[in-house]
Every structure is written in structure tokens, then in C-alpha cells.
């Protein structure tokens, strides 16, 4: 079936909350931490199979196409509209790029719609939570139809959300996207949340890497290449300028706590409550087969 909007109040907030697609997605959040603790994305024994392969390939066509589709020039400085040319692009092909992988043809349907919309606003020019939601949903979907077993769990997360993430930043470096929401208000930075949560849980266990010590620059370059969390933070300092306790004061404050394992459990607390329990993000979710609004 194709996916539709269910959250269109707040009140519809509670059979959200109560529904199986919510419930799914944490649980899945949890595994996929779960296999990552103690790895690091420059890993060489990281098996990567057939599916997983192809969906990186994807995310290369998408990565290409965006050098075919450069900025257009315009007169206002944030929001450039070559966007929606490589999202209509994204559009017009998903289907097409799904099936690579999903053989049944409803299903690749289905799952086209979460992968078109993780990337980001065509009206607003705008990323956020919403839309990296989006893209979890869609490899929770391609979870759950068997295109990927436990065996892929680290793979799907130090490989190919790890290019999902590079993707998305060259889309919000390169067509100058707005933060959704009010400057990231629903993001841990401007942009993402995510990636916190799984670079949190790689260093899980790690004695050598203090988190007070994830402020500093020097830090920050040495581990960039090796950890998500670090990898994020990389990519703040590389677009904002001035103290790091003033352009990111959340994350500064995560740096007092004392150890990684209360970060990320804290973190996934904090993404529940600030991201998936909020409206202004729920509204957005589509519902169809294998992402289901019916109770758990």
C-alpha cells in the first residue's frame, strides 16, 4: 500500500506512541547499537553482504547525481532550488533503485516513499529529524522483509548509515538547507541525532576516550575518521565558527557526563522524548504495511 500521513493532531500523538512502528524503531535503535559497541568505522573485519553492497551503490548514484545537479544561482543565499531537481530526480528513480534489492514489487513501492523522503523538504529546502527518521524506517523496513539478517547489523550502521550521513551533509552543504524546525530545535545539532546515539554506543566500554575530552578540536581531528559521534562533531566545527560551549551548548553540556554507556542510554531517552514523542515530527511519519500505526 502507499504510506499516508495517521499523526494529523496532537492528540494523535498517543496512538503514535501506542503503535507498533513506534515500538519497532527503538527496539531497532537498540540493536543496532548494540552490535557496534567497542567498533570503529575504519574496522577492516566489517562484512558487508550482497544487499547491503547494492544500497551503498545507491547511495553513490545519489552522491553523483548531486556533482550533476550544482547550485543554481539565485538571489537569496540559503535554500537553493536546484534541490528539487535532484529530489525529483530521487523520485522519479526510487522505485527503480529500491528494487535492486526488494524483489516484490509493492514492497519496493512501499519502501521508495521512506527513501524519498530522507533527504529532506522540496517546498522548504529544509532537513531535520523527520527525515533522517525516514531513512531509519526504511532500513527498519528492508529489516523486516529479510533483505537484511542480524549478521549485517554493524554493517547497516559504520557503513551504510554512515554514507547516508555523508549524503546528507553534501546535500545541506551544497543546496545550503535550512535546519527544519526552528534552527534544529528537534535535532541534537542542527541537523542530526542519530549519529550521536551510535557513535555514543561504539566507544561504550572505551577507558582511553574521556567524554569531557570530545570539545576539543584536537580531539575531535584524531578520532573524526573512527567514530560517528566524532565525525559529527567534526562536521559543526567545519561550518560554525566561535566558542564550542556557545554554537552547540547541548552537546557541551553531554561532555559533563562521566561516562559513555550514561551518554548514549541518556541520549536514547532524550531522543524519544525531544524527537519521536513530538508532533511537529510525528505529523510527518508515513504509515503503510511494514511501518504500522496499529497497537503494539
Not at 547494492?54 to 545519489?62: R, V, Y
Not at 514523542?277 to 504500522?292: E, S, Y
Request: a negative charge; hydrophobic letters at 40%.
Amino acid at each position: 500500500m502507499q504510506p499516508k500521513r495517521e499523526i494529523l493532531s496532537i492528540p494523535d500523538t498517543a496512538k503514535w506512541k501506542k503503535s507498533q512502528a513506534y515500538h519497532d524503531l527503538i527496539e531497532f535503535i537498540h540493536i543496532l547499537c548494540e552490535s557496534v559497541v567497542g567498533t570503529q568505522l575504519n574496522d577492516e573485519d566489517i562484512q558487508v553482504s550482497e544487499n547491503v553492497q547494492k544500497l551503498l551503490n545507491m547511495i553513490n548514484t545519489l552522491s553523483r547525481w548531486v556533482d550533476e545537479i550544482p547550485p543554481v544561482q539565485q538571489p537569496q543565499r540559503f535554500g537553493n532550488t536546484a534541490f528539487r531537481t535532484w529530489l525529483g530526480k530521487v523520485k522519479e528513480n526510487s522505485k527503480d533503485l529500491v528494487s535492486q534489492v526488494v524483489q516484490n514489487e509493492s514492497q519496493a513501492e512501499e519502501l521508495s516513499f521512506y527513501l524519498n523522503d530522507s533527504f529532506g523538504n522540496e517546498t522548504r529546502i529544509d532537513y531535520g529529524t523527520g527525515h533522517e527518521m525516514s531513512f531509519a524506517f526504511f532500513l527498519l523496513g528492508l529489516y523486516k522483509i529479510g533483505a537484511f539478517n542480524k549478521h549485517d547489523n554493524k554493517s547497516i550502521v559504520l557503513k551504510l548509515f554512515n554514507e547516508y550521513l555523508n549524503l546528507a551533509r553534501k546535500l545541506q552543504v551544497t543546496y545550503k538547507m535550512e535546519p527544519a524546525g526552528s534552527h534544529g530545535v528537534w535535532s541534537l545539532d542542527d541537523f542530526q541525532f542519530l549519529p550521536f546515539i551510535f557513535g555514543s554506543a561504539q566507544l561504550i566500554g572505551n577507558q582511553k576516550i574521556e567524554p569531557s575530552k570530545f570539545v576539543e578540536e584536537n580531539f575531535i581531528e584524531l578520532h573524526k575518521d573512527s567514530n560517528l559521534f566524532f565525525s559529527c562533531l567534526k562536521f559543526i566545527i567545519s561550518i560554525k565558527k566561535g566558542p564550542f560551549a556557545e554554537h552547540s551548548n547541548q552537546l557541551w553540556n553531554i561532555s559533563m557526563v562521566a561516562s559513555w554507556n550514561k551518554i548514549n542510554s541518556g541520549l536514547i531517552k532524550m531522543y524519544t522524548a525531544e524527537v519521536l514523542d513530538k508532533f511537529p515530527v510525528a505529523q510527518h511519519i508515513l504509515f503503510g504495511d511494514l511501518i504500522k500505526i496499529n497497537q503494539k
